[in-house]
């Protein structure tokens, strides 16, 4: 066993978003880093999660737009490009193109040319609170991060592991995509995966425990989300658990069916099964903490992951976490947020405490969804009746006609004095226009102030300033017509 001759100023453990953040930015402060990852640098996001998703739903969204050009006056597209059997590993293979040309950003070569010391291929075990074995070496830190991510949660249904299924894990380096799918679980996974397999010719059932899609979501917002993937022909099966998992009798070798009990549901006990050729999991996720062996260093972990304080310290305080592992917002950007703050507060005498004050997300359906900040239910929970709700349904937008996406909505949440409490947007730019409400929230620009922001015609961010809009019109009270009825009955009468 080799020991480092000296301590690394930082070592990390993970090489996802978070663990290459904080290795870039420690080296670039000129510290000595470690980055130890047990498989390949870049994560659940470059190889199973943003990346290669964003890519597949890119061609299924052409896919529907080719089967809809005659909206657009272009002749229509064959129905082969309908056929997941025939278009489904033309169209992985070019998903793991596009997942191929992003990969050099995180290649350890790169890495290493920025002085990080690379260990690629080996787990990583604290030994003690400042020393960690990974392969032959036994590596120390007078800092050290933990940033080793998250795996699928695979729900406790009986006879699922004998029955198989799949994740988003294993879903892009398969040889052909599902002619039918079972998807458990509608949260962001779940729903784009349905919207994109639909869109690629697959028969789609999503099932939800809850009783909307993306249930995190503003109702409003979910119920749209729900609409437009049953337009589509995605059949939604909310309230419902998955209680089994079985071979499917009559459907060939590979078939498969699951049990579900469903709220108020007709059948034996409320009981149906639902078939298809394939199963899909995609009901959260799960901190990567079993293997370090973090007792050995007096961390201590808990169901969502590893515990840390509002400064992502862990209950060692030399000892922090970022990313997926300690739970909460588990998104690529709010990693990189994560890691940001752990190297400015490992590295330096200072510390701050991080912000998720004004953080923004999207879901990347089409339309896509975006949110910041409180749904209209959680703002009337935290601040009574002096909440105002502010729509603007973008299918007035001139830019979403024009692009023939007429489907969507802006909603603003205020309180009494305008300030911007939430903000939700259905578009297909919502992922891009919802950074405007995230900085309005951060700098407290009030809902008045975005009203008079000059937006570009056309564009879809005019829908934030329409919305914006109603609540300026909410400010023309009865008192206030009344004034400004006197006010140009004056002005008429003096000529002015």
């Not at 290459?20 to 510290?31: D, H």
């Not at 470690?34 to 896919?63: H, N």
Request: glycine share 12%; aromatic share 6%.
């Amino acid at each position: 066993m080799k020991t480092s001759d000296a301590p690394y100023d930082l070592l990390v453990i993970g090489g996802g978003t978070a663990g290459l953040v904080c290795a870039a930015g420690a080296a670039s402060l000129g510290a000595r880093t470690a980055l130890v990852e047990r498989d390949r640098l870049g994560g659940e996001c470059l190889w199973t999660g943003c990346v290669p998703s964003k890519a597949l739903v890119s061609s299924a969204r052409l896919a529907a737009e080719m089967r809809r050009a005659a909206d657009f006056g272009l002749p229509e597209a064959g129905e082969p490009t309908a056929d997941p059997e025939r278009d489904g590993p033309r169209v992985l293979e070019s998903v793991r193109s596009a997942r191929a040309e992003i990969q050099p950003h995180d290649d350890p070569e790169r890495f290493r040319e920025m002085g990080v010391d690379v260990l690629e291929g080996h787990e990583a075990r604290f030994v003690s609170e400042h020393e960690v074995e990974a392969g032959d070496r036994r590596l120390r830190g007078r800092k050290i991060v933990v940033a080793t991510g998250s795996r699928p949660r695979v729900p406790p249904v009986r006879g699922l592991e004998e029955t198989g299924y799949f994740t988003h894990e294993t879903a892009f380096d398969r040889d052909s995509i599902p002619g039918s799918v079972v998807i458990l679980g509608a949260g962001a996974i779940g729903v784009e995966f349905a919207q994109a397999y639909r869109r690629l010719g697959v028969d789609v059932t999503l099932v939800e425990m809850a009783p909307r899609v993306l249930p995190v979501e503003d109702a409003e917002v979910s119920a749209l989300v729900e609409e437009i993937l049953e337009d589509e022909g995605v059949r939604v099966l909310t309230s419902a658990r998955a209680v089994e998992a079985r071979p499917a009798a009559g459907n060939g070798e590979t078939g498969r069916e699951v049990v579900l009990e469903r709220a108020g549901g007709s059948g034996d006990g409320g009981r149906e099964a639902v078939g298809a050729d394939e199963l899909f999991v995609a009901t959260g996720r799960l901190p990567n903490v079993e293997g370090l062996e973090l007792e050995r260093a007096g961390v201590e972990t808990a169901e969502e992951g590893v515990v840390v304080d509002d400064r992502l310290r862990t209950t060692r305080s030399h000892i922090y976490a970022a990313g997926d592992v300690i739970g909460g917002y588990q998104f690529t950007h709010v990693a990189d947020h994560e890691a940001r703050t752990v190297v400015r507060n490992a590295l330096f005498p200072f510390s701050s405490k991080v912000d998720y004050s004004a953080v923004p997300w999207a879901v990347f359906s089409d339309p896509e969804v975006a949110r910041v900040g409180l749904t209209e239910v959680e703002a009337r929970e935290e601040h009574g009746d002096d909440v105002g709700v502010y729509r603007y349904d973008v299918s007035e937008l001139d830019r979403a006609i024009t692009e023939r996406s007429a489907r969507g909505l802006v909603k603003l949440i205020g309180d009494g004095g305008g300030r911007l409490l939430g903000g939700h947007v259905v578009a297909p730019s919502a992922g891009t226009m919802i950074v405007e409400l995230a900085l309005a929230m951060r700098q407290g620009t009030t809902i008045g102030e975005l009203a008079d922001l000059v937006h570009p015609y056309p564009t879809m961010s005019e829908g934030i300033r329409r919305a914006a809009n109603e609540y300026s019109r909410s400010r023309l009270t009865p008192t206030v017509r009344s004034w400004l009825d006197r006010w140009f009955r004056l002005a008429r009468k003096l000529g002015l």
